[in-house]
């Protein structure tokens, strides 16, 4: 391959390009389900292209194409250059990288056991015993139990002299039962150990064995069928919560980690994802969460969805703080946003989805450091308030400041402990406020990096990989429920 | 593009290489580019040129899907062979009975050369109108101007060919009124969709987002509660995408969690509310057969308030004895059969009638970060973006903070006062789907909550 990335950079500068790169991008994917006792799909599926960005004119340009023949990449870089050159008409300033980045390196992602070399036989089976136990439980209308992998191979070049390959790699896998009820028109679903399909991590098959699917399939038929009938979670103006991680996990991805995107802030994606109202004069002094919130950027921490050597630009992966004691510290940046925004250099969070996409700014993993909290002594502590756990659904404004979220399950704790399911749960507010309500947060024991593979951003729509370290966390004077 | 034949071609290798029982070919050829704008200049303009291939062979009652995106022999050769591989390690499908046989689907045009060839100095001239007129305004543009050319084929070993080219030019944008110190003060939305790119008026999408930017500048926040709103078809696009996914479907009727169970025959809207899909409607982005290679039939949801049917595939259709209606996602398919085509009846009032028909109302543009809360009630949460104002004596008075909502669709379309003349074609992200959506007014639309 690297002839063909020597030839698109020789091509780019010859026809005028001040600056190029090129991804040669290969992903395979597999994905093994079942629902109700029978193998509802194995798929898998193989794509491979490049993407060639460059800067004429003062201008960006990007061109990919799924055929790898050197014709064709002639033919790509002319295209990214004829688009530059029609970007130039309408630009505002020329586009400026800051200091040129050099790396010759590769990096791939630790894994103990690799995912596409186990039998399928044996990932069938696994899934099967997990789904016969949810179906088990009477009152189950529909369970479903899924892994998928992801193997990405990517190698990066650019005009500054960067060579680097990579090799990323995924293991996921959930369970999910559905209970229903015509009577009362009750759906109710519970999820293992995330929602929205399955929990995800830049390691191998050991992480799959690891979740215990078919060891926690009872209980999560026998929550979701208790749900059917457990009481309607009461509305309340300010109610203490308590997250469990997975939940808090996707609060810390929508309510911090997109409105730190400085893409976002400087009105690139306005008109699509929105903006922020993290703008630049709140770098450094504005107060986000209170002293126990603790937030970093970690593009190195093990096993996160995150996690990897080097971004899309060719930047080392880097953790920075992003909330120190509550105050809000640092974005996630690109080279041209740290330039323009006099940050220096770019912390390294540039991250394309696959061949065909330009890199943008997505979060690597943002994580909400560990507290001194233990679960138990968290949940002794608090004398009224509702346990919810793990995402139901989610809802947050297009500058990342009033957020709702829904939860599959709610415990009322009462006096110190868990006494009565709550269905339905929802809890609603606005993101510093919540944040600066956050009294106390769950030591390292309970602290999990979860995985999100499905963060939408971009246009056209790019699908990233995000990780979020979180332990359970308490929250006081928090609206609870608007279901009716 | 490479054409019906080249197209051919490559499928009727596929179907040699395969010594399955039965095998299907899809083939999937996507050229499309996209400029994007933001603070009124071009800041990511792109191309992509792919062909996705998706074979799934069929052995007995066992089946593999495999995929990729080489073309060459030697890599339509390997993905048969995946594809085998998997089905040989699959379990019985005791559901399988067999892949569809062929027949007819229309032909409709829907391929324009003038869109498929569009270049990128003509997508910046247009967006170049819009961020000139938006600068004259001292109001910020962003929006991404894209232009598509697909072909879709499908074959199987049982003699199924189908081949649709299209072509489809979408534009939105959203101006933001900015003062001297870069505070966003208000903002408006537009977007236009249309086969042919040469039918976008850069100028009346500028003129539509900038004024409605211009008059919701300095918004005032305004009490959650129930109100009487007026929805722009942009905000109707959400209803439909909802019931399509949460109701509209064999699936979801047979995983007992679509509001229409037990309902088919029933009342369940107002009775003005016809909705349907069409995948050959010739004026939308017609695709007339799904990924089996079915021809889609039109399918009424709602006839005049009455629930009566919903859209199957072969898996969904054999289980309750019917024939699919054509509306079939690839291969493996966790989501079952899926409405691309949703239209929903206009009414007879002008949207400047149904304006004064409300004495104290909400005006909402459009709808942003929907979930679904409850699918039986089709509950969804949201929040208002992009233009939402008060209403009163029939007039537009003031601009409003956004709102959250947290309101069923289903009881939305049972407390409709009108539902306007004019519709409007969307090009929704939901898998390519299209759809239109008429304006409507609705009483006790239910807000949550505002933004700051």
Not at chain 2, 43 to 70: C, F, L, M, P
């Amino acid at each position: 391959m690297k002839d063909i990335t020597a030839r698109a950079l020789n091509v780019a500068q010859v026809r005028g390009a001040a600056y190029a790169d090129i991804r040669v991008v290969a992903r395979d994917t597999q994905r093994v389900a079942v629902k109700n006792g029978k193998v509802e799909a194995i798929q898998q599926d193989e794509t491979q292209g490049f993407g060639v960005r460059v800067i004429v004119n003062g201008a960006w340009g990007f061109a990919a194409s799924s055929r790898l023949e050197m014709r064709e990449v002639e033919t790509v870089v002319a295209q990214a250059i004829a688009i530059a050159k029609a970007s130039a008409h309408v630009k505002a300033r020329d586009a400026h990288l800051g200091e040129p980045v050099v790396n010759k390196e590769s990096y791939e992602t630790p894994v103990k056991i690799n995912p596409f070399t186990v039998p399928m036989n044996d990932k069938i089976d696994l899934l099967l015993r997990a789904d016969e136990a949810m179906r088990r439980v009477s009152g189950v209308k529909v369970a479903r139990a899924e892994m998928a992998f992801v193997r990405e191979n990517k190698l990066f070049a650019s005009t500054e002299g960067s060579l680097i390959n990579q090799e990323i790699v995924e293991s996921g896998c959930g369970i999910v039962a559905l209970a229903t009820d015509l009577q009362t028109g009750e759906v109710q679903v519970r999820s293992y150990p995330n929602s929205v399909g399955r929990h995800q991590q830049t390691r191998g098959y050991e992480f799959i064995l690891e979740q215990k699917l078919a060891e926690n399939a009872p209980r999560v038929a026998e929550e979701a069928v208790a749900l059917l009938t457990a009481e309607q979670c009461p509305s309340y103006d300010a109610a203490t919560i308590i997250l469990d991680s997975s939940q808090l996990a996707l609060q810390i991805h929508e309510s911090c980690g997109h409105p730190i995107e400085l893409d976002r802030v400087l009105g690139s994606e306005a008109a699509y994802a929105g903006t922020s109202f993290l703008t630049p004069e709140k770098l450094g002094r504005f107060r986000y969460g209170s002293e126990v919130v603790n937030i970093v950027a970690d593009a190195t921490v093990p096993g996160g969805l995150g996690t990897f050597g080097f971004d899309d630009e060719g930047v080392p992966a880097q953790k920075t703080e992003i909330i120190r004691n509550g105050i809000f510290v640092g974005y996630l940046t690109s080279r041209e946003s740290a330039h323009q925004l006099g940050l220096g250099k770019s912390n390294g969070t540039m991250r394309a989805d696959g061949w065909a996409r330009p890199p943008i700014i997505r979060m690597t993993n943002i994580n909400l450091l560990p507290g001194t909290w233990d679960v138990d002594a968290l949940i002794a502590d608090t004398d009224d308030g509702i346990w919810m756990e793990t995402n139901r659904s989610w809802s947050i404004d297009d500058k990342r400041l009033n957020f709702q979220f829904g939860t599959e399950l709610g415990w009322e704790i009462k006096g110190g402990k868990k006494t009565r399911l709550l269905k339905n749960a929802t809890y609603t507010g606005i993101t510093p406020q919540f944040w600066q309500a956050c009294d106390a947060v769950c030591n390292e024991k309970a602290w999990i990096v979860w995985g999100t593979p499905n963060c939408g951003k971009g246009q056209p729509s790019q699908v990233a990989h995000t990780g979020h370290g979180a332990a359970p966390a308490r929250f006081r004077g928090v609206r609870v429920g608007v279901i009716r | 593009m490479l054409g019906e034949n080249k197209i051919r071609e490559i499928t009727d290798q596929v179907l040699a290489f395969s010594k399955a029982d039965q095998t299907e070919v899809i083939v999937r050829v996507t050229e499309s580019a996209l400029t994007r704008f933001a603070n009124s200049y071009i800041h990511q303009n792109v191309a992509e040129n792919d062909t996705e291939v998706r074979v799934r062979v069929v052995y007995g009652k066992k089946i593999g899907v495999a995929s990729s995106n080489d073309l060459s022999p030697e890599g339509l050769k390997r993905t048969v062979g995946t594809a085998r591989a998997i089905a040989q390690l699959q379990r019985e499908d005791p559901e399988f009975q067999s892949l569809p046989a062929p027949q007819t689907a229309p032909r409709v045009e829907a391929f324009v050369d003038q869109t498929a060839s569009c270049t990128p100095e003509q997508r910046a001239h247009v967006v170049g109108v819009l961020c000139k007129k938006a600068k004259a305004q001292n109001v910020v543009a962003a929006g991404a101007f894209s232009t598509t050319a697909t072909e879709i084929a499908v074959a199987n070993s049982l003699g199924v060919f189908a081949y649709h080219p299209g072509t489809c030019a979408d534009i939105s944008t959203v101006m933001t009124k900015v003062t001297s110190v870069m505070t966003e003060t208000g903002s408006g939305y537009a977007s236009f969709t249309h086969q042919d790119a040469r039918q976008v008026n850069a100028e009346a999408i500028a003129n539509e987002a900038i004024d409605k930017a211009m008059r919701a500048s300095h918004p005032v926040a305004f009490e959650p509660g129930e109100y009487t709103v007026f929805l722009e078809e942009y905000a109707v696009l959400d209803l439909l995408n909802f019931f399509g996914m949460l109701g509209f479907t064999a699936q979801a009727m047979q995983e007992d969690r679509s509001f229409l169970k037990n309902k088919i025959g029933e009342k369940v809207m107002d009775e003005r509310v016809t909705i349907w899909d069409d995948g050959c409607a010739p004026h939308a982005i017609p695709l007339p057969f799904d990924f089996e290679g079915v021809p889609k039939q039109k399918v009424t949801f709602i006839e005049n308030g009455i629930a009566r049917g919903v859209v199957y595939d072969t898996p969904t259709a054999q289980r309750e004895g019917k024939p699919s209606t054509g509306h079939s996602l690839p291969a493996p398919n966790s989501m079952g059969p899926f409405p691309m085509h949703v239209f929903m009846a206009p009414g007879d009032t002008p949207k400047s009638e149904m304006l004064k028909s409300i004495e104290r109302g909400i005006w909402v543009t459009r709808f942003w970060y929907t979930r679904p809360v409850h699918p039986m009630k089709v509950l969804v949460t949201g929040m208002t973006r992009d233009g939402t104002f008060l209403i009163e004596n029939g007039q537009v008075t003031q601009p409003l903070k956004n709102f959250r909502f947290t309101m069923s669709y289903l009881a939305a379309l049972n407390q409709l006062r009108a539902i306007s003349r004019e519709t409007k074609l969307f090009y929704s992200d939901w898998g390519g789907a299209s759809r239109v959506a008429p304006a409507l007014v609705v009483d006790g639309f239910r807000f949550t909550g505002t933004t700051q």
